[in-house]
């Protein structure tokens, strides 16, 4: 079997997690998940429920949002199921979070819900950009009210500024919507289709697709060219551009500041109106945004719903944790156990002792292997516990241990077991 005899070939092979996919260890994962738990947080401060949707769709999901995008065409983990179907793995979250929309289709409007998980991309690993990575995310769907916009681009500040970060950029731009924005590409495909010459040629290629996302290239040949191309924002039919005056308010009241980003266009095909990104100018320049987001309001109709209106955010967590290093903020959680339990009477006790303070809520390490004293000391030094039980013969036959200060002055002293519990919680409570 040709299965078999594959296995066979690899059975003494090491192996490497694939390129540009890590293994998270402690205490980075726990850091990780502090992060999330701060998101989960406060996005239950505002309201949004919780979503967890399955890592593998149909590809019709993500085609019908992004045919003109790297993220769609190029970079997707898509293959052919055991049955035949297409499927990818997520490389991100919106469109799933609307597929599930249209599927469920929830009574009360509007939904809101958050999120977080891996996401998947076949791109050129470097720092900061790898292959399967994390996102946690809102998303809005039913409303196209401004003060929807300003609370969930508030909702993503105030996350950064939770977690201490200080060197956080807002961008913002309006996309226009079906009124206002196929003028907009008309006069922007009349522009670069003038001057398609002076293009890069990744950039022609993407000008036959979507003129819009020629904006995006950062290819040093297309920069001054993309800096005298039409804006926007100069297309905005009035109603549009008073939604996006009424965002600006918004923000403005609630004192967070940003920039206005006239040639933000973001990475996918399926914006509207309000988009953001959140850059961190702590971070290398090719590599610095640590979230963006925006209305879609056509993307549910698009996966065959009703059209509803839609506003999201995703903010990228490997890259945010490499700005809290470079600004020395949210570092990984002290792991640190309470109690060392060493033991030299072979019994259960040390077993025993370690379950019983673990049920109080005391956390513990201990020694193993039946080690003689002084190697479990130096355990017990590593681990730099600020207390340690000392299991000892006499002592455990008079029903005592003895609690060691570790770090403090207080020495050491018999304790009855019967008091340990009550003595540590006291202790380790201070
Ligand atoms: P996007 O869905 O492309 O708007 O990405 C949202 C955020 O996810 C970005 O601002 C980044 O912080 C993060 N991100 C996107 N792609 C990657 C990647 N390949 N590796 C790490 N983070 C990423």
């Known amino acids: 079997?040709?299965?078999?005899?594959?296995?066979?070939?690899?059975?003494?092979?090491?192996?490497?997690?694939?390129?540009?996919?890590?293994?998270?260890?402690?205490?980075?994962?726990?850091?990780?998940?502090?992060?999330?738990?701060?998101?989960?947080?406060?996005?239950?401060?505002?309201?949004?429920?919780?979503?967890?949707?399955?890592?593998?769709?149909?590809?019709?999901?993500?085609?019908?949002?992004?045919?003109?995008?790297?993220?769609?065409t190029k970079e997707m983990y898509d293959f052919e199921d055991k049955d035949g179907t297409r499927i990818a793995m997520r490389p991100e979250l919106t469109a799933s979070v609307v597929r599930a929309f249209v599927q469920h289709n929830p009574p009360s409007l509007p939904w809101k819900v958050w999120y977080e998980g891996p996401q998947f991309r076949h791109e050129r690993p470097q720092a900061g950009r790898y292959r399967q990575f994390s996102q946690v995310g809102i998303e809005v769907l039913g409303s196209d009210d401004p003060a929807v916009d300003v609370e969930v681009i508030a909702l993503g500040w105030r996350f950064y500024q939770a977690l201490g970060m200080n060197e956080v950029t807002l961008l913002l731009n309006s996309l226009g919507d079906d009124t206002c924005r196929p003028q907009y590409f008309d006069a922007l495909e009349t522009y670069f289709r003038d001057r398609a010459s002076e293009l890069s040629e990744k950039s022609q290629e993407t000008l036959e697709k979507n003129p819009l996302r020629v904006l995006d290239s950062k290819r040093a040949e297309d920069q001054a060219i993309i800096a005298d191309a039409p804006l926007m924002v100069d297309f905005l039919t009035d109603e549009t551009a008073e939604h996006f005056a009424a965002v600006r308010s918004g923000l403005e009241s609630l004192g967070i500041p940003y920039e206005i980003s006239p040639r933000l266009v973001r990475g996918l095909d399926y914006y509207t109106r309000t988009t953001f990104e959140?850059?961190?100018?702590?971070?290398?320049?090719?590599?610095?945004?640590?979230?963006?987001?925006?209305?879609?309001?056509?993307?549910?109709?698009s996966l065959g719903g009703k059209p509803t209106p839609g506003i999201g955010f995703a903010l990228g967590v490997d890259?945010?944790?490499?700005?809290?290093?470079?600004?020395?903020?949210?570092?990984?959680?002290?792991?640190?156990?309470?109690?060392?339990?060493?033991?030299?009477?072979?019994?259960?006790?040390?077993?025993?002792?370690?379950?019983?303070?673990?049920?109080?809520?005391?956390?513990?390490?201990?020694?193993?292997?039946?080690?003689?004293?002084?190697?479990?000391?130096?355990?017990?030094?590593?681990?730099?516990?600020?207390?340690?039980?000392?299991?000892?013969?006499?002592?455990?036959?008079?029903?005592?241990?003895?609690?060691?200060?570790?770090?403090?002055?207080?020495?050491?002293?018999?304790v009855s077991r019967d008091e340990l519990v009550a003595t540590l919680s006291t202790k380790v409570a201070n």
């Open 1 to 72: 079997m040709q299965f078999a005899a594959s296995l066979n070939a690899v059975a003494k092979s090491k192996f490497q997690a694939l390129r540009g996919m890590r293994d998270i260890m402690s205490p980075d994962a726990e850091r990780q998940r502090a992060l999330v738990d701060a998101f989960a947080h406060l996005a239950g401060l505002s309201g949004y429920g919780h979503i967890m949707s399955p890592i593998v769709e149909d590809l019709g999901v993500f085609l019908r949002v992004g045919e003109s995008t790297d993220v769609v």
């Open 278 to 301: 959140f850059a961190s100018t702590a971070l290398e320049n090719a590599q610095n945004a640590v979230g963006g987001g925006g209305r879609y309001d056509g993307l549910a109709e």
């Open 319 to 414: 890259r945010i944790l490499l700005a809290c290093d470079a600004e020395g903020v949210f570092p990984a959680p002290d792991l640190t156990p309470d109690v060392f339990v060493l033991d030299v009477t072979g019994t259960e006790a040390a077993t025993v002792i370690a379950d019983e303070l673990r049920m109080a809520g005391i956390s513990v390490e201990r020694a193993y292997d039946g080690r003689n004293m002084r190697s479990q000391m130096k355990v017990a030094n590593r681990v730099e516990a600020p207390w340690a039980v000392i299991i000892g013969e006499t002592e455990l036959a008079e029903g005592n241990v003895t609690l060691r200060d570790m770090h403090g002055d207080s020495g050491q002293t018999l």
